[in-house]
């Protein structure tokens, strides 16, 4: 039990310092400060983000894996599902976004425009797809591994994108103004709604 508490503190430090470091106020200061390796900022806060990650999953892969349950064929089948959706969903999200400037490398080569915010393909149906994909994996993950330490982290990361994505929007808002906010108040943030799926799939078959 102690090292699942641990690893819960590890979880929660680690998202601490990650939105510490996405805050416009930590920004601003790097760049007062540091104003040669402004346009570096994103490709390093990617690196260290990744690098944090990959210790916290390392020391989950050293703990003991208590089982919650006896996986069978149903909880198994109904794990991989999930989990494939929520991939295929990932990968979906991430070709209407510029990869370039997500990790940083746009920014390093001194283009520090932002991409603007777009509202075609999945993001007509979900504002956040890759958090709606990354929380389907997740609980698809979940289920065909059930055990402890996957019980500790993965609601602690579910809560971590919905909190995230509050934040985002505050941003989005700020930069793109009522465009976005019409946008928002249209469009779900992680569960499409039926009507709009419909709406879609029957303007797609009359194409």
């Known amino acids: 039990m102690a090292s699942i508490l641990k690893l819960i503190l590890f979880w929660i430090l680690y998202f601490t310092i990650h939105s510490l470091f996405?805050?416009?106020?930590?920004?601003?200061?790097?760049?007062?400060?540091?104003?040669?390796l402004n346009r570096f900022y994103r490709a390093i806060y990617v690196f260290f983000s990744i690098g944090g990650l990959a210790v916290i999953f390392l020391f989950q892969s050293s703990l003991p894996f208590s089982i919650l349950y006896d996986r069978n064929t149903l909880s198994t089948g109904i794990g991989l599902c999930l989990a494939s959706v929520?991939?295929?969903?990932?990968?979906?999200?991430?070709?209407?976004?510029?990869?370039?400037?997500?990790?940083?490398?746009?920014?390093?080569?001194?283009?520090l425009e932002e991409q603007g915010f777009i509202k075609k393909g999945i993001l007509k149906y979900v504002r956040h797809p890759l958090y709606s994909g990354s929380m389907l994996f997740l609980i698809g993950y979940l289920i065909f591994a059930p055990n402890m330490v996957n019980l500790a982290s993965v609601p602690l990361m579910i809560i971590y994108f919905i909190i995230g994505s509050y934040f985002e929007e505050k941003k989005l808002i700020k930069?793109?103004?009522?465009?976005?906010?019409?946008?928002?108040?249209?469009?779900?943030?992680?569960?499409?709604?039926?009507?709009?799926?419909?709406?879609?799939?029957?303007?797609?078959?009359n194409l």
Do not use: H
């Open 22 to 36: 996405a805050s416009t106020i930590v920004k601003t200061k790097f760049r007062k400060m540091f104003p040669r």
């Open 175 to 205: 930069s793109f103004g009522k465009a976005y906010s019409q946008y928002r108040s249209e469009v779900p943030a992680f569960i499409p709604r039926p009507g709009m799926l419909f709406k879609g799939s029957r303007k797609a078959k």
């Open 86 to 111: 929520g991939l295929q969903i990932i990968l979906e999200s991430f070709s209407f976004y510029d990869t370039a400037e997500f990790l940083g490398f746009r920014q390093a080569k001194g283009i």
